[in-house]
């Protein structure tokens, strides 16, 4: 039988969700939790995503990271898993409402002092937390996504590493059309030459799920 292109991105996308370490059972909750309660479930980081965030910070061995953008949790409890034991989270979430679900069902399930949860606009909340972060994950407001990447940079030493989400937008950074004429496809594309414009990175984009790039700051 012939499988079709998105057909076999969907079957291989699978079969490496199921040669991977499975979900633990906190990450299920979270998964159920958030396609129960959540408008926007598909938001959601993936299992494979999640695992590699995990691993990344197992290499990395961050003290301290800090992430762009909350919303239910999913990375948060998969950079947590590895993260060592002296080392700290600082998670930024723009939406209050989906804050406050967030955090009752973490303090409910999960509680723990080493993730710290904050609301609100996180270029205001950047200045103010005093952290100098080596492990940013950014899943924002994408027409932040240079300002964010501007702000955290300074506040890294060499080798620090960010990971920016949704970065190839559905596919629609390969096509011309959408370039011109969708401001949000426009937006992505133009931050990805904006990280390649900049010769203290290196830069990596991963064809996982939606786009994950991965960067280093070199120097």
Not at 103 to 119: G, I, L, T
Not at 137 to 165: E, Q
Not at 198 to 218: E, Y
Request: glycine share 4%.
């Amino acid at each position: 039988m012939k499988i079709m292109h998105h057909d076999w991105q969907d079957k291989i996308h699978q079969y490496c969700e199921q040669m991977s370490s499975p979900e633990s059972s906190f990450l299920q909750a979270i998964n159920d939790f958030t396609w129960k309660k959540m408008i926007n479930p598909r938001m959601l980081s993936g299992h494979l995503q999640g695992q590699l965030l995990s691993t990344l910070v197992a290499l990395k061995q961050p003290q301290c990271i800090l992430e762009i953008g909350t919303f239910t949790g999913y990375a948060t409890a998969c950079l947590l898993h590895t993260l060592p034991k002296n080392g700290e989270i600082h998670s930024i979430e723009a939406d209050p409402e989906i804050a406050h679900k967030t955090q009752a069902f973490w303090a409910q399930n999960k509680p723990n002092h080493r993730v710290q949860w904050h609301v609100g606009e996180a270029l205001s909340i950047i200045p103010q937390l005093n952290i100098q972060p080596d492990f940013v994950f950014v899943d924002a407001d994408k027409s932040n996504y240079p300002a964010y990447l501007d702000i955290c940079l300074p506040l890294m030493a060499a080798n620090g590493i960010l990971l920016f989400d949704n970065t190839l937008w559905s596919g629609r950074v390969l096509n011309e059309s959408d370039i011109q004429n969708d401001k949000d496809t426009q937006i992505m594309h133009e931050f990805n030459q904006y990280l390649r414009s900049h010769t203290n990175l290196n830069v990596t984009v991963l064809p996982i799920r939606d786009g994950l790039t991965l960067v280093q700051k070199m120097n």
